[in-house]
């Protein structure tokens, strides 16, 4: 079996030259998925349709006539996203059967342009979580840790670390994952790939079941900035069947091969320097911080001063919109449906508690307690007032720096056995400290993987920029990514 190309633009120049195609390269993909199914980043993998797609990518690059780069590219989707004719799990019973008869818009634009959907992956229950352990099928192993069997393995992040260990493994060149709170980038830095969550409403949230509507963000995974923004390139861009995207149309963009940092403002929020945070994910912020000042950005302290209440904020809201979104599974129209039937409202109640797991069930108690009326101004109202300090706290920074760099996660990949040890709150007040207020402020950041932990596990940074400004993000992680060459010394 021959080795395939670790990146995506030089499959498709291998496609082109006839060196390899793209039936061979989805068939290497799907052994290799087979093959390491004890990592149970899949929970349904579509072998027939990426191989029937894969034919008719084929024919069209003997044809010459191939529609993008990421035509005969293999490509994951995290159970949340609308399939046609493909289960949507959303990893819970409550949806263990539901089979959509259309495409989420992001996964109709991959297709569209000749990628290749090689399956589903693994996702905390509704994304609720940050480890992806919560799923019905099981949790998600961290492919850079050794499986010791039982609970001696590294999670993956959550809650999309089906698709992080998906590409982490080779299993595919690129995946779809979804960001709430840092649910993207968060995987992304365990696992040790990049991860972008884009400015809200320049990706469309059509076909995405939703979580926290006003916070919900499709978010890509890859091995490599270029292969990030060659699908970043296919899937933003205005959306008629979401309102909530921007109108104006999205320019397709390249990165320039070199650049210069001169004169590029670089902040460092003290506020990331938090209780928790890792000595060697410190040592690694400290190191990227003085490469770039080395190469000429000007590099300054800045202060977010609401960042500590991001926490309590996010908490608050999620679980507001959670109670709201949940009541459309009642189980009447779609979805698990229970037997009882001494009345409609002891239906609803059974099908609910059968369908939704513990930490579904608390978040939708406690949306429901935060809006209650007695309750509505002092905590759902207030919460609000917060977030929008949250959000004005980085418009005043970015009007004195362009960037800012921050830890993604405060350790590496922790122990399944330690992390199961906190409730699901607790877990992602930790996990997702560094990540959570970008979400609620809805501009973009992205994770890219820096450098190996002394226990050999991925450390990653972070990038946050104002909202629209994803090139100057993936320019600077561009470079970032070649200086430090995380793929090159670590493959």
């Known amino acids: 079996m021959n080795r395939l190309p670790l990146r995506a633009r030089v499959l ?68 949340n996203f609308c399939t046609n004719g493909i289960h949507t799990t959303c990893a819970s019973r409550m949806l263990q059967n539901f089979v959509p008869t259309y495409d989420a818009t992001v ?40 499986d010791l069997g039982g609970d001696r393995f590294r999670i993956a992040g959550g809650s999309s670390g089906g698709s992080a260990v998906a590409v982490a493994a080779g299993l595919c060149y690129a995946a779809l994952g979804s960001d709430t709170g840092g649910s993207t980038r968060n995987p992304a830095s365990y696992c040790g790939i990049v991860g972008l969550k884009p400015t809200y409403g320049l990706v469309s949230r059509h076909g995405l079941i939703p979580l926290v509507n006003s916070m919900d963000v499709p978010g890509i995974m890859a091995r490599t900035i270029d292969d990030c923004t060659s699908v970043l390139n296919v899937i933003a861009g205005p959306d008629p069947l979401d309102s909530t995207t921007v109108k ?60 500590a209440s991001s926490i309590f904020v996010y908490s608050i809201l999620n679980q507001c919109e959670v109670a709201s979104n949940m009541s459309r599974y009642d189980g009447i129209e779609y979805g698990h449906r229970s037997q009882e039937d001494s009345s409609t409202e002891q239906l609803y109640a059974r099908t609910r508690a059968e369908g939704f797991n513990g930490v579904v069930k608390n978040r939708i108690l406690s949306g429901n307690y935060f809006l209650l009326r007695e ?9 609000l007032k917060v977030r929008r300090l949250i959000a004005d706290d980085f418009v005043r920074a970015f009007k004195e720096v362009d960037v800012l760099l921050t830890p993604t996660t405060l350790s590496d990949a922790p122990l399944y056995k330690d992390f199961v040890q906190s409730n699901n709150r607790d877990q992602c007040a930790v996990q997702d400290f560094c990540t959570q207020s970008a979400n609620m402020a809805g501009i973009p950041a992205l994770s890219i993987p820096v450098r190996l932990s002394s226990r050999r596990l991925p450390i990653s940074l972070q990038l946050m920029g104002d909202n629209f400004t994803e090139r100057r993000l993936l320019q600077i992680g561009s470079w970032i990514e070649k200086e430090v060459d995380f793929i090159g010394n670590y493959r």
């Open 12 to 79: 498709s120049e291998c496609f082109r030259s006839k060196s390899v195609d793209p039936v061979t390269a989805t068939e290497q993909c799907l052994a290799h998925i087979e093959s390491h199914k004890h990592l149970n980043a899949f929970v349904r993998v579509s072998s027939a349709k990426a191989l029937e797609q894969a034919k008719h990518s084929k024919d069209r690059y003997d044809a010459n006539k191939q529609k993008s780069v990421l035509d005969g590219v293999t490509i994951a989707v995290k159970d």
């Open 107 to 146: 996964v109709e634009r991959l297709q569209a342009h000749g990628a290749i959907i090689v399956g589903k992956t693994n996702l905390d229950q509704f994304g609720m979580g940050s480890g992806c352990i919560d799923s019905i099928f099981g949790p998600t192993r961290n492919s850079w840790s050794e």
């Open 248 to 307: 104006r149309p999205f320019q397709s963009m390249d990165l320039d091969k070199q650049i210069s940092l001169k004169g590029l403002r670089i902040g460092i929020p003290i506020e990331y320097h938090c209780d928790g945070l890792d000595k060697e994910v410190l040592e690694t912020w400290t190191v990227v911080a003085d490469m770039l000042e080395s190469a000429g950005a000007a590099v300054t302290a800045v202060s977010l001063p609401n960042t």
């Open 375 to 383: 309750n509505y101004d002092k905590y759902f109202q207030k919460a």
